[in-house]
């Protein structure tokens, strides 16, 4: 408007982008987490099962409709990890839009994780932890420097390896997600790191919404301020699923979830 001032301006725009946050955060109840002896997986629906080294990495395919269950058996690790679609790796991981669409960063059962053409990548099915970071991203040769006043392996180095895999290079690796890593904000918006929500046979189940090249680094979390780094081996179980049921807690937690979900649906029709 003409006669409208900048501060009424900004405070218009304010006011909307309240209204549109309130309105996205109309979830229905989330699920509690994960009981850590709970959700078994029948032997003749596992796939395969893999244990990753501390510092390793580890690269699979998954088909739309199978899960990966990652577990941090000890209570030591944190797990970073990549995903790119199979038939075209030009659409992978975004961390960003995940907490954008969701306007939430906290990663939990019943969350989606999106790529960056706004379709779901990988549901949360299964979840002891909640205690997930979207924001920090994994360790690099700088981190591990600063820390251990060596350099030692890091998600970088490893997510370039996975990526070389399949023919991907540096700038095809996004921001990645970080499993086991408590991280939060506080009021004056620096990380926190929580380690007391870091417990033995804690574990994630991701439910492929697409076909999927998954990349995993199994290395210390940059903020984790143990010393040396606390790492110990993890386990990977590829296992198959029965389909969604039509009020699946991931696909109907919200209208944009309803949204990002058909919009993928769309690609398998």
Known sequence: MSGETKAERAAANRRRY??????????????PPTARDGAP???????????VPP?????????RGEALRISDDLGRSSVSLLAWRSEDPCERINCADTVKVQWSAALSKGRMILSDM?????????????????????????????AYGEVTRNTQANFILAAAKIGLGLRDIPPCV???????????GRFVWHAERKLSGDFVALRAEMNLIVAVS????????????????????RHRLPPPAADDVCRTASPEALRAYAFTDRLFA
């Open 178 to 188: 970080t499993f086991f890593a408590p991280v939060t904000t506080d009021a004056n």
């Open 218 to 237: 199994n290395c210390a979390h940059p903020l984790d301020p143990a010393r040396p780094a606390a790492t110990a081996p993890i386990t990977l179980i």
């Open 55 to 63: 510092g390793w990495h580890a690269t699979m395919r998954l088909s």
């Open 18 to 31: 309240e209204e549109l946050r309130a309105a996205g955060q109309e979830l229905k109840q989330l699920p």
């Open 118 to 146: 706004g379709r779901v990548l990988l549901s949360v099915i299964e979840d002891t932890s909640g205690a997930h970071d979207l924001l920090v991203g994994g360790s690099t040769l700088d981190s591990t420097l600063s």
């Open 41 to 51: 997986i029948t032997a003749n629906a596992i796939i395969r099962t893999e244990q």
